[in-house]
């Protein structure tokens, strides 16, 4: 459904593919080291992967090159995608996922030292850590690039930009979009990186949570500093009506400390059949995943459901990025 053109990376030249739009050798942090104009960028290869994985399945464009996915914390879409990611442009991964706490780590080795090693063996990390900040220490120890593949409450922005990917897959565009993010927006990073990357557009933004998770005031104020229409409220039926695109995320239940907390607020806001008979016939309902019963299953068979959409958009961003970030040296 986009406006543009699609060139399959077959026919594309291949040094302007890997060229990287000044993404080479780059740490990947934030969702504050993209603009419109390398979002743009990023969306177009996105596509030209898209093109080549439905065309030929896999390049040899990375070929050589291998990555380190290291997960301190569970993952599934993340850390799959970019081991697909990687393999489909024929590079290959040191995966140190679901197994870290078999790793040196569980020794107690320090992040910078466990960075300093992995580097030793791949060409870029891809990091998940339960802290804030994480990515940052790891990638002022790598020589190599990090990838932020979530910081505990705080980023995650390839997930972020899979997000406004798949907005604009779906809907063909984002400047005029009301956006409307349900769920847990205090501790969700998808959420906080995502509402971010929206301050550069024309958007309209609603936030929805119990009182408890609602949006931190550092994001808030990004946004009210940037000028968007925004307002808070605890109720979906608030929002549903005029939404182009409906967010919904899980309640982080790891991040709470309280667990009487947690089940106060973690059934409050359901994605319902029902509800969905209010929404804007061209809309999207989007969630990172895993959803843990905020969107019910009979949800799925509606075609405004885009979330496993999402997922698959998610390969091929982060096979775009890849390039980018790697295809020059
Ligand atoms: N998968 C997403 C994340 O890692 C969302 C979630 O876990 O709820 O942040």
């Known amino acids: 459904m986009t406006a543009k053109p699609v060139t399959p990376l077959v026919e594309m030249d291949r040094a302007e593919v890997i060229a990287g739009n ?17 979002l743009a960028y990023i969306f177009d290869k996105a596509q030209a992967m898209r093109a080549l994985v439905e065309t030929d399945g896999m390049s040899d464009l990375l070929r050589g090159n291998v990555l380190t996915c290291l997960f301190y914390e569970p993952s599934t879409r993340t850390s799959a995608s970019f081991i697909a990611a990687m393999e489909r442009l024929g590079g290959s991964v040191i995966p140190i996922t679901q197994g870290v706490q078999f790793s040196s780590v569980s020794k107690g080795e320090t992040l910078a030292d466990t960075v300093r090693t992995l580097e030793q063996y791949s060409d870029a990390i891809v990091l998940r850590h339960p802290e804030i900040g994480a990515a940052k220490i790891a990638a002022d ?97 608030d929002v549903i009506e005029n939404a182009d695109v409906l ?80 295809g020059e040296k």
């Open 247 to 326: 967010y919904v995320t899980r309640v982080q239940k790891e991040r709470f400390v309280d667990m009487a907390q947690y089940e106060a607020v973690k059934d409050q806001h359901e994605i319902t059949i029902e509800l969905m008979a209010h929404a804007k016939e061209r809309m999207v309902v989007m969630h990172p995943l895993p959803r843990v019963g905020e969107i019910h299953y009979a949800v799925d068979h509606d075609p405004r459901a885009a979330y496993f959409r999402q997922v698959r958009n998610g390969m091929f961003i982060r096979m775009a990025l890849l390039a980018a970030v790697l």
């Open 141 to 237: 120890y790598a020589e190599v690039p990090v990838i932020n593949a979530g910081d505990g409450a705080g980023e995650h922005p390839t997930q972020a930009l899979l997000d406004l990917f798949t907005i604009q897959q779906e809907l063909g565009r984002i400047d005029g979009l009301k956006i409307a993010m349900v769920g847990d927006l205090r501790y969700g990073r998808t959420v906080h990186s995502l509402t971010k990357l929206l301050t550069q557009y024309d958007v309209t933004l609603r936030f929805v949570s119990p009182e408890i998770l609602r949006l931190p005031l550092v994001v808030m104020n990004e946004v009210i500093d940037a000028g968007i229409p925004v307002r808070e409220t605890h109720d979906v039926a």
């Open 22 to 38: 000044g993404f080479a050798g780059q740490d990947i942090l934030s969702v504050s080291q993209f603009n419109r104009e390398n």
